[in-house]
Nanobody, 122 residues
């Protein structure tokens, strides 16, 4: 089993920045896909960004050039740097991991999820 803990959410004004962290512990594998997702009230969970163990990175169009996904292998931690935040970025943000990367930004492709961290942009 793997455990994921997100942190770094909060409330910011439009145009501001936040950095989310996702710390992983437990059973880890060298091959993985790690994604950031978000879910606003009344909406489906949406893939935001994903990073594969070989370094390939994927972003959804709405966050390209604003969000950056990165990782610190030594700390088993992945990050989502969010700049130029907009009110429509308001959502609960989740990180997820899967050991086979089939659909990097599709929530259905992931089995292991964190509890989420709230991001509110006003």
């Amino acid at each position: 089993q793997v455990q994921l803990v997100e942190s770094g959410g909060g409330s910011v004004q439009a145009g501001g920045s936040l950095r989310l962290s996702c710390a992983a512990s437990g059973d880890m594998y060298s091959s993985y896909c790690m994604g950031w997702f978000r879910q606003a009230p009344g909406k489906e969970r949406e893939g935001v960004a994903a990073i594969e163990s070989d370094g390939r990175i994927h972003y959804t169009d709405s966050v390209k050039d604003r969000f950056t996904i990165s990782q610190d292998h030594a700390k088993y931690t992945r990050y989502l740097q969010m700049n130029s935040l907009k009110p429509e970025d308001t959502a609960m943000y989740y990180c997820a991991v899967e050991w086979r990367c089939t659909e990097p930004t599709a929530a259905r492709a992931y089995n292991y999820w964190g509890q989420g961290t709230q991001v509110t942009v006003s």
